[in-house]
């Protein structure tokens, strides 16, 4: 399964405050997301994008934007550091 769509949309999200207030919105257009990686952004569930393989660097800084430490959503999954 390709997450380049992802990928593309984290890599961007840090830098483009535009996406930030889209996505509190829930406005992800533009981006071909499916309905699982809307949800895990919607939901900025972390573990679920490390399990999937998007890059550490793209979710460490996806979380800092929207306020979740990357290291405590590991850890609640049960993964330590």
Known sequence: M????????????????????????????????????RRVVLDGDLATMLEWGVHPLLIRNFGAAIGVKYIEAYAARGWTP
């Open 2 to 37: 390709s997450r380049a769509a992802l990928d593309r949309y984290l890599f961007r999200f840090d830098k483009e405050p535009t996406l930030q207030v889209a996505r509190a919105e829930g406005d992800m257009s533009g981006y071909d997301l499916d309905a699982d990686e």
